[in-house]
């Protein structure tokens, strides 16, 4: 049953970012695969050193699925920004 409601929350999580990456064009603010780096390396940290629960597996789920819908500005390193790209597309790595 966890690893539904993981996989639920990947994909919400992979929505909400090519919507907010759709969204956000203009608007200067750190791209979102920092945020799922962040979220990504708490719920390690909580999974191996605190306690293994299924929140910390629900906050890597939550960081992957942030990570994979900006995919592209962390293969170019960009942290700090607005997202420059000609064509708007919804599902896919742009």
């Known amino acids: 049953m966890q690893v539904l409601i993981d996989i639920l929350i990947l994909s919400a999580s992979f929505i909400a970012g090519r919507i907010i990456r759709i969204l956000n064009r203009k608007t200067k603010m750190p791209h979102l695969w920092v945020f799922g780096t962040a979220f990504a390396f708490a719920g390690m940290?909580?999974?191996l050193f605190l306690f293994e629960d299924k929140f910390s597996l629900s906050l890597i789920a939550l960081g992957m699925?942030?990570?994979i819908s900006n995919l592209e500005d962390m293969s170019e390193f960009k942290i700090y920004g607005s997202s420059t790209h000609y064509k708007k597309r919804f599902w896919g790595i742009d």
């Open 45 to 47: 940290t909580s999974y």
């Open 65 to 67: 699925g942030l990570v």
